[in-house]
């Protein structure tokens, strides 16, 4: 079975959404992200997806407090991204309240200190963030493009250790017209021992029985619930 993780990303402390990553292409759901996170709860979902976008762009952590809340406030499994850079930042994070820290640019920019973090906390309890345009690695909230191909990133961070990656494709999030299957396709017959999450362009039931098709282990959704082309009450025969 799939597992369901909606999104929730923080900006000025409160729910929106981009389209393709664009900053200047924001759109606010909800003031309140804790009155968010209890309605994903009270359907039946097990895990959120928190992500800190001004973290993200800025490269710390801005928005630890509405971790701290949710977290306090709900019983869900939160993951956790947006600005994690050092040592302090990814400990202040699991003493918030997150359960896994959601990494991505310091896998790139800084290899050996990600590394020792798998080996200080575990493959269990970071998520890394293959963040893709045109299979190539994007960091620092996607602001900046690399010549990283994603098969050889992967490759590099199996061999560290690493079990759990979200792979989301810029191009299609935030667009709703359909997830990147082929790319999912192509990371999972390569790399079949690990447990691949995808991010990006849900926008219909549909979409997330293709991606369990291809044993996908998670799927990451955020405007297609917000805009309700996918309501929470359909997600009930995923939820276990």
Same mark, same amino acid.
């Given at each position: 079975?799939?597992?369901?993780?909606?999104?929730?990303?923080?900006? &000025?402390?409160?729910?929106?959404?981009?389209?393709?990553?664009?900053?200047?292409?924001?759109?606010?759901?909800?003031?309140?992200?804790?009155?968010?996170?209890?309605?994903?709860?009270?359907?039946?979902?097990?895990?959120?997806?928190?992500?800190?976008?001004?973290?993200?762009?800025?490269?710390?952590?801005?928005?630890?407090?509405?971790?701290?809340?949710?977290?306090?406030?709900?019983?869900?499994?939160? &993951?956790?991204?947006?600005?994690?850079?050092?040592?302090?930042?990814?400990?202040?994070?699991?003493?918030?309240?997150?359960?896994?820290?959601?990494?991505? =640019?310091?896998?790139?920019?800084?290899?050996?200190?990600? =590394?020792?973090?798998?080996?200080?906390?575990?493959?269990?309890?970071?998520?890394?963030?293959?963040?893709?345009?045109?299979?190539?690695?994007?960091? =620092?909230?996607?602001?900046?493009?690399?010549?990283? =191909?994603?098969?050889?990133?992967?490759?590099?961070?199996? &061999?560290?250790?690493?079990?759990?990656?979200?792979?989301?494709?810029?191009?299609? &999030?935030?667009?709703?017209?359909?997830?990147?299957?082929?790319?999912?396709?192509?990371?999972?017959?390569?790399?079949?021992?690990?447990?691949?999450?995808?991010?990006?362009?849900?926008?219909?039931?549909?979409?997330?029985?293709?991606?369990?098709?291809?044993?996908?282990?998670?799927?990451?959704?955020?405007?297609?619930?917000?805009?309700?082309?996918?309501?929470?009450?359909?997600?009930?025969?995923?939820?276990?």
């Amino acid at each position: 079975m799939i597992e369901i993780i909606p999104a929730i990303d923080i900006i &000025d402390g409160k729910c929106v959404r981009l389209s393709q990553g664009d900053y200047a292409q924001k759109k606010i759901y909800n003031e309140n992200p804790l009155e968010v996170a209890k309605q994903f709860e009270n359907a039946g979902i097990k895990r959120l997806h928190l992500v800190d976008l001004e973290g993200a762009k800025k490269g710390t952590i801005v928005n630890q407090k509405i971790l701290e809340t949710i977290a306090a406030r709900t019983n869900l499994v939160i &993951d956790f991204g947006g600005g994690i850079k050092t040592d302090e930042d990814i400990q202040s994070v699991y003493n918030a309240g997150a359960d896994i820290a959601a990494i991505g =640019s310091v896998a790139v920019k800084n290899p050996p200190l990600f =590394s020792g973090w798998i080996k200080k906390y575990g493959t269990e309890k970071i998520l890394l963030g293959a963040d893709v345009q045109n299979e190539k690695i994007a960091v =620092s909230g996607w602001t900046e493009q690399t010549e990283i =191909s994603v098969f050889d990133f992967i490759r590099k961070n199996i &061999d560290d250790g690493v079990k759990n990656i979200f792979c989301t494709d810029i191009s299609k &999030d935030g667009m709703m017209n359909g997830t990147s299957v082929d790319l999912y396709k192509k990371i999972i017959q390569q790399f079949p021992e690990i447990n691949l999450i995808a991010s990006g362009g849900v926008a219909s039931i549909q979409d997330i029985v293709e991606l369990e098709e291809i044993k996908c282990q998670g799927i990451i959704i955020g405007k297609a619930i917000y805009e309700g082309t996918i309501q929470l009450s359909e997600l009930k025969p995923f939820l276990s």
